[in-house]
């Protein structure tokens, strides 16, 4: 049984892509580990505030003012309750949403997420498997787009930082292509395989 956290970025529902194939990972991995549970935060509806002066000194504060603190803090947790992540990444103008990287911006915490005490950066979420549900029109995993994808690099980067480093990444890629589009969903989602 594992605990599954599903951090959803797309504004569309149920016509996302990206919503689509990280539902089709939750439900392999369910199909793995039957009684596992699922916590979604959709951080479109979350609408997560972007870093600002009082959100940036309250997390160095010796005094953490939880009025500011509280949505941070939450997610914060939620990635440390969960023993899976499966995040939904719809790629717009070839990077990630705002709505997902501002969840980012809030689950980054020096202290609590990593830390410099012993002069390097060191990530302290462990023992959590990832998965990256990335959609996009064009086609990025191969072929000559491949170095406009800054969505997966940033991603494999910045969840390293926090000590997140098992990550598998499924696509459905080619949904603005004719000839390609029409069979776009289809591919991506028969390609999921966990573990």
């Keep these: 049984m594992k605990k599954i956290l599903h ?37 479109t509806e979350k609408d997560y505030p972007h870093l600002d002066s009082a959100l940036i000194n ?8 939880e009025d500011v603190l509280k949505d941070s803090d939450a997610a914060v947790q939620e990635l440390f309750d969960a023993d899976v992540i499966v995040i939904g990444v719809p790629m717009y103008n070839f990077n990630l949403p ?27 979420l462990k ?6 549900a990335i959609a996009a ?3 990025y995993s191969e072929g000559p787009m491949q170095t406009y ?9 910045i969840l390293g930082f926090i000590g997140l480093t098992d990550i598998t ?11 390609i589009m029409e069979t776009a969903v289809q591919k991506g989602l028969e390609r999921v395989a966990v573990v």
Excluded: C, M
């Excluded at 309250?58 to 003012?65: D, F, G, S």
């Design 58 to 65: 309250a997390y160095r504060a010796t005094e953490k003012p």
């Design 7 to 43: 951090i959803s970025s797309s504004p569309r529902g149920a016509a996302s892509s990206s919503i689509l194939l990280a539902n089709r990972i939750i439900e392999k991995i369910q199909n793995l580990h039957p009684g596992s549970t699922v916590v979604v935060n959709d951080t």
């Design 127 to 132: 023992d959590k498997k990832v998965y990256l």
């Design 169 to 179: 990444t499924f696509r459905i890629e080619g949904g603005g292509i004719p000839g």
């Design 137 to 139: 029109n064009g086609v």
């Design 98 to 124: 705002s709505a997902l990287k501002a969840w980012i911006d809030h689950i980054v915490r020096p202290g609590l997420t990593f830390s410099y005490a012993t002069g390097a950066p060191v990530g302290l």
């Design 149 to 157: 994808d800054h969505a997966e690099p940033y991603l494999r980067f």
